[in-house]
């Protein structure tokens, strides 16, 4: 076996032993370690292009839902949240009917479900991507160039019949299920304003099925090290229809916007939303999937929550592509019909790293 190859064999030893203990990145922080193991070190090559792009102080987008029910305001938010789609891809939203208790509760209990004793948390540690509630580190662990330093609890809500569920952990049990019933509800009065925003009808994108089913991905982002080195999370576009997060107050996330990296700053009570890959193909491109990162932190633990509008569970008997309406003559079809069940395929076999799903199904 040659020296790469030794390498590599060698790099996958040291991440089977890493999964193996089921304690993710804070297992290594608690263990007080001072350096970062080998696999969450980027390629230098990679390094050195992050020096290329400039970082520059712009901010996204902030739009203000309220008097939303008043038409001369309603027309004009349709109208930012139009302009924010097409060019960013990113806005945030503030006054959008979810109350602070609600939003720092359902923080407080990630927190709290994170910063557990192991033994607790390796109860729900899993990459079987069946099982409703998952703990990990890194779905994509064995694919990517480069672990990110976080970890991850995931839970599937495809039915409202799944909202009292014991299955949820108990130290955030109350407060996801809280959470969950008011970000669906946003999420629908978002589907409404974009489905405007294309000159279409308040339920169209409803109809499609697009708010159907949703899941929680909960990131927790502990103190790192040697941030200078690493990712939160690496480069990549949402491949869904529309992505709503709630972060804390330590910042991390960055949008690649006009050749350079965006610090999304938090806001207290805000929301970002973000347009996935599948609502830049429906919308035939008018709305824009852009990519975004997580840097890591010497302070932390950051915290997100991004709740993942992505169409139906049951997918192997639904298509999507363009929307009739948006195509004509003089702006024919860009995107290719995709059956959902080859799209989430081919996500899962691609895994983060920056993947942009929506290059493969242009015409």
């Known amino acids: 076996m040659d020296a790469s190859g030794a390498q590599e064999y060698d790099r996958m030893q040291d991440l089977k032993d890493f999964d193996k203990t089921e304690a993710g990145v804070k297992g290594l922080v608690d263990s007080g370690l001072q350096k970062i193991p080998k696999i969450f070190v980027r390629?230098?090559?990679?390094?050195?292009?992050?020096?290329?792009?400039?970082k520059?102080?712009?901010?996204?987008?902030?739009?203000?839902?309220?008097?939303?029910?008043?038409?001369?305001?309603?027309?004009?938010?349709?109208?930012?949240v139009r302009t924010a789609s097409e060019t960013w891809g990113f806005f945030q939203v503030v006054n959008h009917g979810i109350s602070l208790n609600v939003l720092d509760e359902m923080l407080d209990g990630i927190q709290k479900f994170n910063e557990q004793g192991v033994e607790e948390k390796k109860k729900y540690y899993t990459r079987d991507k069946i099982?409703?509630?998952?703990?990990?580190?890194?779905?994509?662990?064995?694919?990517?160039?480069?672990?990110?330093?976080?970890?991850?609890?995931?839970?599937?809500?495809?039915?409202?019949?799944?909202?009292?569920?014991?299955?949820?952990?108990?130290?955030?049990?109350?407060?996801?299920?809280?959470?969950?019933?008011?970000?669906?509800?946003?999420?629908?009065?978002?589907?409404?304003?974009?489905?405007?925003?294309l000159g279409l009808k308040p339920e169209h994108l409803g109809n499609m099925d697009c708010s159907k089913g949703h899941h929680l991905t909960c990131h927790y982002y502990p103190a790192c090290p040697e941030p200078e080195l690493t990712l939160g999370t690496a480069k990549h576009s949402d491949p869904g229809f529309l992505t709503i997060l709630l972060q804390n107050q330590i910042n991390g996330l960055q949008i690649f916007?006009?050749?350079?990296?965006?610090?999304?700053?938090?806001?207290?009570?805000?929301?970002?939303?973000?347009?996935?890959d599948l609502l830049q193909l429906v919308s035939n491109g008018k709305f824009k999937s852009n990519k975004h990162r997580v840097v890591a932190n010497r302070l932390g633990p950051r915290i997100s929550v991004a709740c993942f509008f992505?169409?139906?569970?049951?997918m192997d008997k639904v298509f999507y592509g363009p929307i009739e309406e948006l195509i004509s003559e003089e702006n024919p079809a860009i995107y290719k019909e995709v059956l959902l069940s080859d799209y989430v395929m081919k996500f899962i076999a691609a895994g983060l790293d920056d993947n942009f799903l929506v290059n493969y199904f242009k015409v």
């Open 43 to 54: 390629p230098a090559e990679e390094l050195a292009e992050d020096l290329k792009h400039k």
């Open 56 to 80: 520059a102080q712009i901010e996204v987008p902030v739009i203000d839902l309220g008097g939303l029910e008043k038409a001369d305001r309603h027309k004009q938010i349709v109208e930012e």
């Open 131 to 197: 099982k409703r509630v998952r703990f990990h580190c890194n779905f994509d662990l064995f694919k990517s160039r480069t672990a990110s330093w976080r970890d991850t609890l995931q839970i599937s809500f495809s039915d409202p019949d799944q909202n009292d569920s014991e299955e949820l952990p108990a130290l955030c049990r109350k407060s996801t299920v809280e959470y969950s019933k008011h970000v669906v509800e946003l999420g629908n009065i978002l589907f409404g304003l974009l489905s405007e925003a």
């Open 257 to 276: 916007f006009q050749n350079q990296w965006i610090d999304v700053q938090p806001i207290r009570g805000a929301l970002v939303i973000n347009i996935g």
């Open 310 to 314: 992505s169409g139906p569970i049951i």
